[in-house]
T-cell receptor, first 113, second 115 residues
Framework: DGGITQSPKYLFRKEGQNVTLSCEQN?????MYWYRQDPGQGLRLIYY???????QKGDIAEGYSVSREKKESFPLTVTSAQKNPTAFYLC????????????FGPGTRLTVT | AQKITQTQPGMFVQEKEAVTLDCTYD???????LFWYKQPSSGEMIFLIY??????QNATEGRYSLNFQKARKSANLVISASQLGDSAMYFC????????????FGSGTKLNVKP
């Protein structure tokens, strides 16, 4: 079955540590996205990529970094510079073009204490 | 400027009744897509329905329909015959070609279906 895999589902880290969230898709989509969602809130775009080896900052990129070395993979690193990293993180992918919806992964709940 | 506005933070509907969730959007592009997603408490995002800016007919998918009024820049979701399983957050989203294929999401509407 085609889809998007995010691992792990729950992640716990100590403050001051960097942590990398995994996102893999086998849908052959060119575009991939990372969103952050806080409780009861909407989705905020962190980073997105339309093609391998290229990505753009979203609305809240500070304290985050990404890489896109392979079409199917778009890992997100939450660095120690992110002041409030505890949140729900969603990865998505899509065919490029306005008519195409995003497919989402199941999300990773990150808790930093 | 806010690209997608959902003005109803929360709504209640009686089971088996219809409900309309409001969404207005802002874009200067001629070509864009409008989407609705459902997010149950589990957190997954479920795609419901799509409307293209050039589509003349309102989109329908089962119990979901999209009331598209282009001149008013509104794309309201109508759920007919509500079911208890429809209780969830609902997000309206827009994608325009003019800005690197970004998606813009509204703040969401929490729908509660009462038995």
């Amino acid at each position: 079955d085609g889809g998007i895999t995010q691992s792990p589902k729950y992640l716990f880290r100590k403050e001051g540590q960097n942590v990398t969230l995994s996102c893999e898709q086998n849908l052959n989509h060119d575009a991939m996205y990372w969103y952050r969602q806080d409780p009861g809130q909407g989705l905020r775009l962190i980073y997105y990529s339309q093609i391998v080896n290229d990505f753009q900052k979203g609305d809240i990129a500070e304290g985050y970094s990404v890489s896109r070395e392979k079409k199917e993979s778009f890992p997100l690193t939450v660095t120690s510079a992110q002041k409030n990293p505890t949140a729900f993180y969603l990865c998505a992918s899509s065919i490029v073009g306005s008519a195409y919806e995003q497919y989402f992964g199941p999300g990773t709940r990150l808790t930093v204490t | 400027a806010q690209k997608i506005t959902q003005t109803q933070p929360g709504m209640f509907v009686q089971e088996k009744e219809a409900v309309t969730l409001d969404c207005t959007y802002d874009t200067s592009d001629q070509s864009y897509g409008l989407f609705w997603y459902k997010q149950p408490s589990s957190g997954e995002m479920i795609f419901l329905i799509y409307q293209g800016s050039y589509d003349e007919q309102n989109a329908t998918e089962g119990r979901y329909s999209l009331n598209f009024q282009k001149a008013r820049k509104s794309a309201n979701l109508v759920i007919s015959a509500s079911q208890l399983g429809d209780s969830a957050m609902y997000f309206c989203a827009m994608r325009d070609i003019g800005n690197f294929n970004k998606f813009y999401f509204g703040s969401g509407t929490k729908l509660n279906v009462k038995p």
